[in-house]
């Protein structure tokens, strides 16, 4: 089975900064992709950033130029540095792993970390 703990989120003001975690564990012998979704309150849970094992990243419009994320590929581990934070960023972020293979020959999994909450006070 394969696991995904989060860790970082809290309360900060609008403008301030934090830094997301998500270590992938368990029996892992690759992850295609590995990202952030948030949801907030009375809304679908939506793509915030997603890096690939080789580098590739999207973003979300609305977080692009504040968000960063970067993954450590030998630790299976993917952070989501949040710079200038907004009210509007306010949501539980959720960790996923996706093409997740726990064998050469095994198939494609996708997984969901339990969420954290991240609160930004105006």
């Known amino acids: 089975q394969v696991r995904l703990v989060e860790s970082g989120g809290g309360l900060v003001q609008a403008g301030g900064s934090l830094t997301l975690s998500c270590a992938a564990s368990g029996s892992i012998f690759s992850i295609n992709a590995m990202g952030w979704y948030r949801q907030a309150p009375g809304k679908q849970r939506e793509l915030v950033a997603a890096?690939?094992?080789?580098?590739?990243?999207n973003y979300a419009d609305s977080v692009k130029g504040r968000f960063t994320i970067s993954r450590d590929n030998a630790k299976n581990t993917v952070y989501l540095q949040m710079n200038s934070l907004k009210p509007e960023d306010t949501a539980v972020y959720y960790c996923n792993a996706d093409g997740v293979k726990q064998t050469y020959w095994g198939v494609w999994n996708n997984y969901w970390g339990q969420g954290t909450q991240v609160t930004v006070s105006s």
């Open positions: 890096i690939t094992s080789g580098g590739s990243i």
